[in-house]
């Protein structure tokens, strides 16, 4: 039997591992190592899969938490600017027409699209954090929306403190603006939100 199995199976198995099995005990007792080489083998390559599935499924999570925790950053620096106290439909249309056109963007001088859902605030990036850059962006673009103009009513620091001014002379003091910012905002927005956002934008006629 051994020389019927080195004979018809050279060619499925490694026979050299069989030359000196010269009876059936000494067959019976190879197939069982083997066997046993086989089942540890198949263990080892499952534990493989299942740590680099592993793997796989903690890095994913730390970028799913590392995406959570920039979008919050996200949304607490629209809260800090006032942002959020504009009407949605206005500052929507005014994303939308902006995103439509490279025009826009240059005009307005944004290097990217805006997208707050993926923290994409006009300016060109690789990295998904939120960075000074962002920030300094969207900042002016806000700012035009709400008075014409970069500079007001909100500014950043270096540090990235951000303080919202109700004026030029203000600014030039360093007078941070008291009341409430909801009504100042209102004020400089009007009856017409979305109108005075697309005159301040030059967005008109365009």
């Known amino acids: 039997m051994i020389n019927y199995i080195k004979e018809n199976f050279k060619d499925k198995i490694d026979t050299r591992k069989i030359e000196n099995i010269f009876t059936k005990e000494d067959l019976k007792r190879y197939i069982e190592n083997r066997e046993k080489f086989l089942e540890s083998s198949k263990k080892d390559k499952i534990k493989e899969k299942n740590q680099k599935i592993g793997n796989i499924l903690v890095e994913n999570a730390r970028k799913a938490e590392e995406l959570d925790k920039n979008k919050r950053k996200v949304l607490k620096f629209l809260k800090e600017i006032g942002f959020d106290l504009v009407p949605q439909e206005a500052t929507d249309s005014a994303i939308n027409m902006i995103n439509s056109s490279e025009h826009f963007r240059k005009m307005l001088g944004l290097t990217g699209e805006i997208n707050i859902t993926e923290g994409k605030l006009g300016a060109y990036k690789e ?7 962002d920030q300094r962006t969207f900042i002016k673009l806000f700012n035009k929306m709400l008075t014409g103009r970069e500079d ?5 620091d270096s540090n990235g403190e951000i303080r919202f001014f109700s004026s030029a002379a203000d600014l030039d003091k360093g007078l941070a603006f008291s009341g409430e910012k909801k009504n100042r905002i209102a004020f400089l927005l009007g009856s017409n939100p979305k109108g005075t956002i697309f005159r301040n934008l030059g967005l008109l006629n365009k």
């Open 152 to 156: 007001l009513p909100n500014a950043i």
């Open 127 to 133: 990295e998904k954090r939120l960075t000074l850059n």
